[in-house]
């Protein structure tokens, strides 16, 4: 079998039974190289996975990368940014991990990335985010932040359902709304819709409660805007303390409802409102664990709390499915760098980090994490954080790799 005319590598194909993956000890994992300093990063990411696993499992597991197109080498190529044979072959072989992807600002095509969550219903976007002893920080206590946040994926304004300013479209939608429901927008206007369903809502909020319960953190806070849209994130809001007291009472307590019941071993699902929120992601950081949220609140959110942790070259994130599931390093291509094997490459490494954890090899995540935080505390980085860190020693994105493999 072969996509975008290339065979498939040699290695197993990861299959999923009764909701769970059974990973053999050679998958086939996917691999887009990014746009950019993807060209650097993305060799410097495949190195340290490869040798955490070989040290982690003494040889006896390997993965068996399998090259896909995507972005500005993809169209290149098959003069399309995203290649059906690509998304073909991330459903058949489940799990991939990718660079950084050209997205335009104002114009042109739309986001590769946003496509993929899209057509393959990568309904959540996962984003730890953790201090690492060592990395800069503009706060006084970064190592209180420890946060995983749950964005959904696939709806809000990120569901690209709008209209130009004065266009045939926008003029007739704005006319339609003035004379059915007495809506008056400004002429000229451009328009888009914020669709929340609760089938959205509850799937994202759902997976944040079962990851805090599997993994023993104390809260699950649910990020909105609900005092002014209150029909859309108020009603996420209110759909997610709904699903936790309808399928999760046993491990679950509202937070009005602490005092009335007992709070041990239970996961409190509290709320905030988004502008509160990020004010208290700074005065209060260890208050909050778990985030569940929607879309854009999500994005602006993640950055922010990556900024207190050495930013988004230090930020991993995972887009997961019922079947499929795509790592990403979070920052953008970074053009002028490209090639210069200057970049960091720590997110994209963290991100193969949750790979890892996903395919319940765990033994080669800790170990390949562990290194990585050595190599920072060593202060041995890259430039972006060797420039804020007094006495250390700058390294290539390429070095940098090898350091952290010789800490593992």
Same mark, same amino acid.
């Given at each position: 079998m072969q996509f975008n005319g290339i065979e498939l590598v040699d290695g197993d194909i990861i299959k999923k039974e009764n909701g769970k993956l059974i990973v053999p000890n050679n998958p086939i994992i996917g691999c887009i190289e990014g746009d950019g300093i993807g060209v650097d990063i993305t060799p410097a990411m495949k190195l340290v996975v490869d040798k955490s696993v070989e040290k982690a499992y003494l040889g006896k597991k390997? /993965?068996?990368?399998?090259?896909?197109? =995507?972005? +500005? @080498?993809?169209?290149k190529k098959f003069n399309t940014y995203l290649p059906e044979d690509t998304v073909n072959a991330i459903k058949h072989i489940r799990v991939a991990i990718k660079g950084p992807l050209t997205t335009p600002v104002g114009g042109g095509f739309r986001s590769i990335n946003v496509m993929l969550r899209q057509v393959l219903d990568l309904y959540?976007?996962?984003?730890?985010?953790?201090?690492?002893?060592?990395?800069?920080?503009?706060?006084?206590?970064?190592?209180?932040?420890?946060?995983?946040i749950f964005r959904e994926n696939t709806e809000d304004v990120y569901a690209g359902i709008e209209w130009k300013a004065d266009s045939k479209e926008a003029n007739q939608i704005i006319e339609y709304f003035k004379n059915n429901f007495n809506v008056d927008i400004r002429e000229k206007s451009a328009l888009g819709i914020k669709p929340v369903s609760?089938?959205?809502?509850?799937?994202? /909020?759902?997976?944040?409660?079962?990851? =805090?319960? +599997? @993994?023993?953190?104390?809260?699950?806070?649910?990020?909105?805007?609900?005092?002014i849209q209150k029909f859309t994130e108020g009603a996420f809001k209110q759909w997610g303390y709904e699903l936790a007291k309808k399928e999760f009472s046993k491990y679950t307590i509202a937070e009005d409802e602490i005092?009335?019941?007992?709070?041990e071993n239970k996961v409190i699902i509290n709320d905030r409102i988004a502008d509160n929120m990020f004010q208290q992601i700074l005065t209060r950081t260890d208050e909050y664990d778990i985030i569940a949220t929607t879309n854009l609140n999500g994005d602006y959110f993640s950055d922010a709390c990556a900024a207190q942790s050495g930013g988004l070259g230090m930020a991993p994130g995972a887009n997961i499915g019922e079947n499929e599931a795509v790592f990403e390093a979070t920052h953008?291509?970074?053009?002028?760098?490209?090639?210069?094997?200057?970049?960091?490459?720590s997110s994209l490494i963290l991100s193969a980090k949750m790979m890892l954890d996903h395919l319940n090899w765990q033994e080669a995540a800790t170990m390949l994490e562990q290194g990585l935080e050595r190599t920072i505390a060593d202060k041995t980085t890259t430039y972006d954080l060797a420039r804020q860190m007094e006495g250390a020693k700058e390294l290539s994105c390429s070095k940098f790799a090898e350091a952290i493999v010789n800490n593992l």
């Open positions: 390997k /993965i068996s990368w399998y090259p896909l197109f =995507a972005g +500005e @080498n993809a169209f959540a976007c996962i984003r730890p985010v953790r201090y690492y002893n060592g990395i800069p920080s503009p706060v006084r206590h970064p190592e209180k932040m420890n946060v995983v609760q089938f959205g809502s509850e799937r994202l /909020i759902k997976m944040a409660i079962e990851y =805090a319960i +599997e @993994n023993n953190r104390k809260s699950v806070t649910l990020m909105h805007k609900g005092n005092g009335q019941q007992s709070v953008g291509t970074a053009p002028k760098y490209a090639s210069l094997d200057k970049a960091n490459p």
